[in-house]
C-alpha cells in the first residue's frame, strides 16, 4: 500500500510555535525522509469558514500568510503537494454522504468540538458547518487515501471519528476507503504547546503565540514577559517547573548541543531544572538561554520568509497547482466513492439492463 500524508492548517493566522513543533517540523522531517509516496497539505479554508461567518477576510488574507510559513519552514513544492481546501470541491460532497453515517450525538462527544465551541461562546448558537467540520475533515483526510496524519494532541479526537467513518463506509458500502493513522509528536512537551501566558494551549486565536514570522524583538519581548511559576519572587526561591511555560519550552525546544554553546555552567536540562527548584536560579537567566535557542531555531524560517515575500505571485502559482493536482486525486476517491455506494448510475450498465429488462425493452 502507498504511504500517504494529509495534514494542514487553519488560515486563522499566522503560524506559531505550537504549530511548529506539534505538525510542522515533523512534516519537513518526513518530507526529506523519502518515505512517503505522496504528501498533501491543505490550507483549511473552508474550515475556517465554519467559525468565522462573521469574518471571511481574514480568512481571505491569512491563506498567504499560511503559504509564506510553509515555505519558510522547509515544505518544498517539488516533493509535498501544497493546496487549498475550497480549490477542491468534491471534499465537500464527500462530506454530504460521510453525513449520513454519523449522528448528532457522536458529535456531541467530540471532546476537541465541545471545548472549542466553549471557547468561542457557541454554546447558544453553533453554527450547523462548525458542529459538522469533523465530518468535513473525515473527507480531506480519506479523499486523498490517507494513511498518516502527523497533528498535535488536539486532532486525536478528530482522527478516531475519522476512522469510525471509514470503517462504517466500507462495511455499509464496498472497501473503498483508507483508514489513517494519526502520527503525534513524540517528545511530551509538543502535544499541545502552551501559550506565552502559560494556558493549555498556543493558539491564533488566544492572543498567546510566539510566530515564526516574529522578529528577533518581538521574539525578546515575548520571552521576556512569559508566564513562569508565580511564587518565585526573589532569585533565592525554590521554584516550579512544571505548568512553567519557560520550561516547558526548554523541554520542546532545547537539545544537549545547546547548553554548551549558550549555557555552559549546566551540562543538561535536568541540572538546570534542578537548580531552578532548589533556588537560587533566576527567571531571566532561564529566559535569556531560551531567547538563545529559540533565536538559532527561528534565524533561518524568518529568512527564508523574506525572501518568499519577495515572490507572492510565485507563492499563488504554487497554490494553483497544488490545487490543481489535489484535485485531480479528490475526483478519482470521489469516483470510487460513488461506486461503493452504487450510485454511480450512468456507468451501472448492470442496472440500466435490470430496469430494461423489468418493462422488457428489448
Ligand atoms: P485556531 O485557533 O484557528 O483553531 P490553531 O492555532 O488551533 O488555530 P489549527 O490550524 O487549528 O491551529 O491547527 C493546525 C495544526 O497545529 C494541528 O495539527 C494542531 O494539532 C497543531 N497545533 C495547533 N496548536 C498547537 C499547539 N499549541 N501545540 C501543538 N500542536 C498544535
Ligand atoms: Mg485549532
Request: hydrophobic share 35%.
Given at each position: 500500500m502507498?504511504?500517504?500524508?494529509?495534514?494542514?492548517?487553519?488560515?486563522?493566522?499566522?503560524?506559531?510555535?505550537?504549530?511548529?513543533?506539534?505538525?510542522?517540523?515533523?512534516?519537513?522531517?518526513?518530507?526529506?525522509?523519502?518515505?512517503?509516496?505522496?504528501?498533501?497539505?491543505?490550507?483549511?479554508?473552508?474550515?475556517?469558514?465554519?467559525?468565522?461567518?462573521?469574518?471571511?477576510?481574514?480568512?481571505?488574507?491569512?491563506?498567504?500568510?499560511?503559504?509564506?510559513?510553509?515555505?519558510?519552514?522547509?515544505?518544498?513544492?517539488?516533493?509535498?503537494?501544497?493546496?487549498?481546501?475550497?480549490?477542491?470541491?468534491?471534499?465537500t460532497?464527500?462530506?454530504?454522504?460521510?453525513?449520513?453515517?454519523?449522528?448528532?450525538?457522536?458529535?456531541?462527544?467530540?471532546?476537541?468540538?465541545?471545548?472549542?465551541?466553549q471557547?468561542?461562546?457557541?454554546?447558544?448558537?453553533?453554527?450547523?458547518?462548525?458542529?459538522?467540520y469533523?465530518i468535513?475533515?473525515?473527507?480531506?483526510?480519506?479523499?486523498?487515501?490517507?494513511?498518516?496524519?502527523?497533528?498535535?494532541?488536539?486532532?486525536?479526537?478528530?482522527?478516531?471519528?475519522?476512522q469510525?467513518?471509514?470503517?462504517?463506509?466500507?462495511?455499509?458500502?464496498?472497501?473503498?476507503?483508507?483508514?489513517?493513522?494519526?502520527?503525534?509528536?513524540?517528545?511530551?512537551a509538543?502535544l499541545?504547546?502552551p501559550?506565552?501566558?502559560?494556558?493549555?494551549?498556543?493558539?491564533?486565536?488566544?492572543?498567546?503565540?510566539?510566530?515564526?514570522?516574529?522578529?528577533?524583538?518581538?521574539?525578546?519581548?515575548?520571552?521576556?514577559?512569559?508566564?513562569?511559576?508565580?511564587?518565585?519572587?526573589?532569585?533565592?526561591?525554590?521554584?516550579?517547573?512544571?505548568?512553567?511555560?519557560?520550561?516547558?519550552?526548554?523541554?520542546?525546544?532545547?537539545?544537549?548541543?545547546?547548553?554548551?554553546?549558550?549555557?555552559?555552567?549546566?551540562?543538561?536540562?535536568?541540572?538546570?531544572?534542578?537548580?531552578?527548584?532548589?533556588?537560587?536560579?533566576?527567571?531571566?537567566?532561564?529566559?535569556?538561554?531560551?531567547?538563545?535557542?529559540?533565536?538559532?531555531?527561528?534565524?533561518?524560517?524568518?529568512?527564508?520568509?523574506?525572501?518568499?515575500?519577495?515572490?507572492?505571485?510565485?507563492?499563488?502559482?504554487?497554490?494553483?497547482?497544488?490545487?490543481?493536482?489535489?484535485?485531480?486525486?479528490?475526483?478519482?476517491?470521489?469516483?470510487?466513492?460513488?461506486?461503493?455506494?452504487?450510485?454511480?448510475?450512468?456507468?451501472?450498465?448492470?442496472?440500466?439492463?435490470?430496469?430494461?429488462?423489468?418493462?422488457?425493452?428489448?
Open positions: 502507498e504511504k500517504i500524508i494529509l495534514t494542514g492548517d487553519r488560515p486563522t493566522g499566522r503560524l506559531h510555535l505550537g504549530h511548529y513543533v506539534g505538525s510542522l517540523k515533523r512534516r519537513v522531517e518526513l518530507q526529506n525522509s523519502g518515505e512517503y509516496d505522496k504528501i498533501f497539505i491543505m490550507i483549511a479554508d473552508a474550515q475556517a469558514l465554519t467559525d468565522n461567518a462573521d469574518n471571511p477576510e481574514k480568512v481571505r488574507q491569512n491563506i498567504v500568510e499560511v503559504a509564506l510559513d510553509y515555505l519558510s519552514v522547509g515544505l518544498d513544492p517539488a516533493k509535498s503537494t501544497l493546496f487549498i481546501q475550497s480549490m477542491v470541491p468534491e471534499l460532497e464527500l462530506t454530504f454522504y460521510y453525513a449520513n453515517l454519523v449522528t448528532v450525538s457522536r458529535l456531541q462527544r467530540n471532546p476537541t468540538v465541545k471545548s472549542e465551541i471557547m468561542r461562546n457557541f454554546e447558544t448558537s453553533i453554527p450547523v458547518g462548525f458542529f459538522t469533523p468535513s475533515q473525515a473527507a480531506d483526510i480519506t479523499a486523498f487515501k490517507a494513511t498518516t496524519v502527523p497533528v498535535g494532541e488536539d486532532q486525536m479526537p478528530m482522527l478516531e471519528q475519522c469510525e467513518i471509514v470503517r462504517k463506509f466500507n462495511s455499509v458500502y464496498d472497501e473503498a476507503l483508507v483508514e489513517p493513522k494519526i502520527l503525534l509528536p513524540e517528545n511530551d509538543c499541545r504547546l501559550g506565552t501566558d502559560g494556558k493549555a494551549k498556543m493558539s491564533k486565536s488566544l492572543g498567546n503565540a510566539i510566530y515564526l514570522a516574529d522578529d528577533e524583538k518581538e521574539l525578546k519581548n515575548k520571552v521576556m514577559s512569559m508566564y513562569t511559576d508565580p511564587d518565585h519572587i526573589r532569585v533565592e526561591d525554590p521554584g516550579k517547573v512544571e505548568g512553567n511555560a519557560v520550561f516547558t519550552y526548554l523541554d520542546a525546544f532545547s537539545k544537549p548541543e545547546d547548553f554548551e554553546e549558550f549555557l555552559p555552567d549546566y551540562k543538561n536540562l535536568d541540572e538546570l531544572k534542578d537548580h531552578y527548584k532548589r533556588g537560587g536560579l533566576g527567571d531571566v537567566k532561564v529566559k535569556k538561554f531560551l531567547i538563545k535557542i529559540l533565536e538559532k531555531e527561528l534565524a533561518p524560517i524568518r529568512a527564508r520568509r523574506k525572501q518568499w515575500e519577495q515572490n507572492i505571485q510565485g507563492v499563488y502559482e504554487i497554490l494553483k497547482k497544488g490545487s490543481e493536482v489535489a484535485e485531480a486525486v479528490a475526483a478519482q476517491t470521489l469516483a470510487d466513492v460513488k461506486a461503493a455506494m452504487k450510485i454511480n448510475y450512468f456507468d451501472d450498465g448492470a442496472l440500466i439492463r435490470e430496469q430494461m429488462e423489468k418493462y422488457g425493452n428489448k
